[in-house]
């Protein structure tokens, strides 16, 4: 057999395993209102770019916007089971494998499968758990571990999932001040920044100004790495 077409084959047959394993687990997502999860996190998204600024930051929360606060009811009545999924989601890593599939399926369009990047799941939990809030308080200890994570993608995506929430200030402040030293340049500048933005005071004390290199804006959508999450 022609190495081509044996390729072919094994990326076929994944497909249909990878297509099947996602349609049991979207079976298994939490509902409400006859909506999955993931359904409602899409709203809340839809509702969030309907009012999106750049100069507002990252993680800006239209919390006033009726359809944002019926996707946000929606999340929290789910709470319980959503929150297992969400951390679920934040820990995504693409595969060698997944990738090839992804290009695979990317260059032939006639399949209507679509296989998503590990950073659109990282975005879904972060969204997810800003539209929980406060009902996310179970997930903070877990979060807050991951934030010292091994993994720089872990540490970053739980810091923003952890921030979206809107902790109390005896929780998160902790969290900023070990994180402005973080060895990810990124990582260091997003917490410097969110330091100067919710506790200025703290920040001057840290020796954290509103100049350069700290008060920048920082790309949240990007992976720095592909290993796989540290649990």
């Known amino acids: 057999m022609k190495r081509p077409r044996l390729i072919r084959i094994v990326l076929v047959l994944v497909l249909v395993l990878g297509c099947l394993a996602i ?23 839809e509702a969030r770019d309907k009012l999106w600024m750049p100069h507002m930051g990252p993680t800006y929360q239209p919390d006033t916007d009726p359809d944002w606060q019926v996707a946000s009811h929606a999340v929290k009545q789910m709470a319980p089971d959503a929150i297992p999924f969400l951390l679920r989601w934040a820990q995504a890593n693409d595969s060698r494998l997944k990738i090839r599939l992804i290009e695979w399926l990317d260059d032939h369009p006639s399949y209507p499968y679509k296989v998503q990047h590990a950073g659109n799941r990282y975005l879904e939990a972060q969204l997810g758990f800003g ?24 540490r ?15 929780i998160f402040l902790p969290v900023l001040l070990r994180l402005i030293h973080d060895p990810s340049k990124k990582i260091q500048l997003t917490a410097s920044n969110v330091l100067l933005e919710q506790y200025p005071q703290d920040a001057e004390v840290a020796g954290i100004s509103k100049t350069p290199p700290h008060f920048q804006t920082i790309p949240t959508n990007q992976s720095d790495t592909n290993q796989p999450p540290t649990k």
Do not use: H, M
């Open 23 to 45: 349609a049991i687990f979207r079976a298994r997502e939490p509902r409400y209102q006859g909506r999955t999860l993931s359904e409602w996190i899409k709203a809340g998204g």
């Open 131 to 154: 539209l929980l809030g406060n009902e996310a308080k179970p997930a903070w200890p877990v979060l807050i571990k991951w934030t010292s994570s091994t993994n720089q993608q872990l």
């Open 156 to 170: 970053f995506t739980a810091f923003l999932c952890l921030q979206a929430t809107k902790p109390d200030k005896g």
